[in-house]
């Protein structure tokens, strides 16, 4: 399903569609009450959903669909400023406009594979469930960051971030010896990562605890966090227990 209240984008997105043979379009949207209906009678796998939209956004339809299984989505907007809230509600991808078709197959084939993982794992909660063993799904966290850096927009996946500090009113994010600035706060950033893989060490650091290599104590009473590539940093003497707890096989997931 397209949503988009552009009939050039929704032209645009058709005729990309169109060349895959595995994805059939059941239905365009202009607006964002209109596709609150659709999505709730036709279930489709996969949404191209706008953000900016008369009446409703596409965060809104999202949020009037509370409760009702929600498919695969794909964000696909010209303004960059919405990418991580696009993320936080469990969104599959972001595509910035314009974008390139090589860059839309890609996203569209993380979506098939997507859909497919779905439908396996709907099916093991179905026999789950009548075995009597079903269990709540955990709770969601950002798997994937997007951050604009000379021109160009990347997708950093959390889990290969070393660590995160403060930086005036961005986060920089470090990961293999390079730096990215995001425009977001540190306890924003901090509710929307997995707590069983980051940590708050300070209040202006978060580290990937599958980065840390040794505690050692600091003169100043405080205690330094090595990481495996020699990186040091601090971490205040009220967050040292907690990540010790942390870091013990037997509390990590």
């Not at 009037?64 to 696009?86: E, M, N, W």
């Not at 003497?237 to 997931?253: C, D, H, I, P, V």
């Amino acid at each position: 399903m397209i949503v988009d209240d552009e009939p050039p984008a929704r032209r645009n997105l058709r005729a990309l569609i169109k060349h895959d043979a595995d994805i059939e379009l059941v239905k365009e949207c202009g607006n964002g009450k209109e596709a609150v209906s659709q999505i709730r009678a036709l279930n489709p796998d996969l949404i191209f959903l706008d953000v900016q939209m008369p009446e409703l956004d596409g965060f809104e339809v999202l949020a009037q669909l509370s409760g009702h299984p929600l498919p695969v989505i794909i964000f696909v907007t010209a303004y960059d400023q919405y990418a991580l809230r696009a993320f936080e509600v469990s969104a599959l991808d972001y595509l910035l406009k314009p974008f390139s078709d090589d860059r839309f197959r890609k996203a569209l084939t993380q979506a098939k594979q997507q859909i497919e993982q779905q439908d396996a794992s709907e099916l093991g909660r179905k026999l789950l469930t009548l075995m009597g063993t079903h269990q709540p799904d955990a709770p969601r966290y950002l798997t994937r960051l997007m951050v604009k850096t000379t021109g160009r927009v990347i997708f950093l996946k959390v889990e290969e971030l070393d660590w995160i500090e403060a930086y005036d009113y961005y986060v920089r994010l470090h990961t293999g010896g390079k730096a990215h600035l995001l425009r977001q706060t540190m306890n924003e950033l901090e509710l929307a990562l997995d707590p069983n893989q980051f940590a708050r060490i300070h209040r202006s650091t978060i580290v990937n605890l599958d980065r840390v290599k040794e505690l050692h104590p600091h003169f100043t009473g405080e205690s330094l966090v090595i990481l495996e590539d020699g990186t040091e940093l601090k971490i205040t003497r009220g967050r040292r227990e907690a990540l010790e707890q942390k870091l013990n096989t037997g509390s990590r997931k």
